[in-house]
C-alpha cells in the first residue's frame, strides 16, 4: 500500500507569474490534473516507452565528451541504468506542478523551466507548468461530465480528451525534464534529439519533446478546433507527420486514460492537409515563460506537499471515467 502513495505539489500562479496558493489534493482542479499525472507515470513504466528514453539518452551521450554521469564514482553500470535512475527518481516525487494563469496563449500547454542541479536530482526542485485557463477549462469539463454521469456522451468524452491531453503535456515535458538530468545545468539540448522525421526543423536546436513524440507516435501531437464545438474544448488530438494530419481515435484516447498503454496511439478517419485545420491557440502572440521557481516563497508551500493514493483500485486511477471522483490525500 505504502507504495501506492506519492507525494505532489500543485501551486497556482497569478496573472503576474506569482505563485500565490497551493491546491489541495481533493480539489476538483487538483484532482484532474494528478489524475493526468498518473497517466504520465504509467506511460514512464511501460518497456516501450523506457527503452525510447534510453534511446535518447543514447543519442545525448555520443554529443557529450565528458558527462557528469560517466564519473565512476557515480555508480552507473549503463545509460540503461542512467535512464531508470531518471524515471525511478520522477516516480517517485513528481516535479513541482504550476497552474499558471501567466499564460496568455492556449498554444502552450505546458513548460519545463531547466534549473542547475549539483550532486543529487531532487524532482521536486524542478517544475512544470500548465496553462492555467486550459486546466479550467478541463476542470469545467469533468464537473459537466460529472452531471451527466453518461461515459458515452459529449461531456465525458470532453473530459476524457483534456486527461489524455494533460498526460501527454507532461509526457513531453518529461523528455525536458531528463535532459535537465543529463546535462546538470542551462545546457541547451544538442541538435540531434530532435524530431525523427524529415520535414521538421528547429533552427539547428534540438527539441527532447518532439525528439519523444515522432519517435513514439510517428509524428507530433496537435489540437485542432472542432468548429462545430465550443471554446471550453481541448481540440481534437491529432498526430502530424509530413503526409499530413490524422485524428486520434476515442477508442485509443480512452485506453491510455484507463491505463492500457499501446504505442503508437491508434489512427482513424482521412489523411487531412494541415494547412486546412486550424490549431488551438493558432493566431495568438508567442508566450513569453518564466520561471516560477524564483520566487522565495516557496519554501513555504514545500510544506503544504501531500501524499495521494496512486494505486490501480484508487479513485485517481478511476477518476477519468468517473469525473465526480477526487483524489485521496493520505
Ligand atoms: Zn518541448
Known amino acids: ?12 500562479r497569478d496573472p503576474h507569474g506569482a505563485p ?28 516501450r516507452i523506457r527503452a525510447v528514453l534510453v534511446s535518447l539518452v543514447r543519442e545525448f551521450h555520443r554529443s557529450q565528451p565528458r558527462p557528469w554521469y560517466d564519473d565512476p564514482r557515480q555508480g552507473f553500470r549503463s545509460l540503461e541504468d542512467v535512464t531508470l535512475t531518471f524515471i525511478n527518481s520522477i516516480l517517485m516525487v513528481f516535479p513541482t506542478v504550476y497552474i499558471d494563469d501567466s499564460i496568455g496563449s ?71 525534464m531528463l535532459v535537465t538530468f543529463l546535462t546538470q545545468d542551462l545546457t541547451l539540448t544538442p541538435p540531434n ?17 518532439r525528439y519523444l513524440e515522432t519517435t513514439v507516435f510517428g509524428g507530433t501531437l496537435e489540437y485542432y478546433r472542432d468548429h462545430s464545438d465550443d471554446g471550453g474544448q481541448p481540440g481534437i488530438p491529432h498526430i502530424l507527420t509530413e503526409g499530413g494530419v490524422q485524428r486520434i481515435s476515442q477508442h485509443s484516447i480512452d485506453d491510455i486514460v484507463s491505463y492500457y498503454f499501446h504505442f503508437p496511439y491508434h489512427l482513424e478517419g482521412p489523411l487531412v492537409d494541415r494547412d486546412s485545420m ?45 469525473p465526480g471522483l477526487r483524489a485521496q490525500a493520505a
Not at 202 to 209: K, L, S, V, W
Open 20 to 47: 500565490d496558493f497551493v491546491y489541495p489534493p481533493e480539489t476538483n482542479m487538483a484532482s484532474c490534473v494528478i489524475a493526468s499525472i498518473n497517466v504520465c507515470r504509467g506511460m514512464l513504466r511501460t518497456a
Open 1 to 12: 500500500m505504502a507504495q501506492n502513495l506519492v507525494p505532489f505539489l500543485i501551486v497556482h
Open 106 to 176: 492556449p498554444s502552450c500547454l505546458g513548460a519545463h523551466p531547466r534549473r542547475e542541479w549539483r550532486n543529487f536530482f531532487h524532482p521536486r526542485e524542478q517544475s512544470i507548468i500548465l496553462n492555467g485557463p486550459r486546466v479550467r477549462d478541463m476542470g469545467t469539463a469533468a464537473i459537466l461530465a460529472a452531471r451527466t454521469g453518461n461515459p458515452s456522451d459529449h461531456a465525458n468524452k470532453r473530459f476524457r480528451t483534456f486527461i489524455f491531453m494533460f498526460a501527454n503535456t507532461f509526457f513531453h515535458e518529461m523528455a525536458h
Open 278 to 322: 486550424e490549431r488551438i491557440g493558432d493566431h495568438y502572440p508567442p508566450v513569453n515563460l518564466t520561471d516560477p521557481m524564483r520566487w522565495i516563497v516557496m519554501d513555504e508551500y514545500r510544506r503544504h506537499c501531500q501524499k495521494v493514493d496512486v494505486g490501480p483500485q484508487s479513485a485517481l486511477a478511476r477518476l477519468p471515467f468517473q
Open 193 to 209: 534529439i530532435g524530431p525523427r522525421i524529415s520535414g521538421y526543423s528547429n533552427g539547428g536546436i534540438g527539441e527532447a519533446g
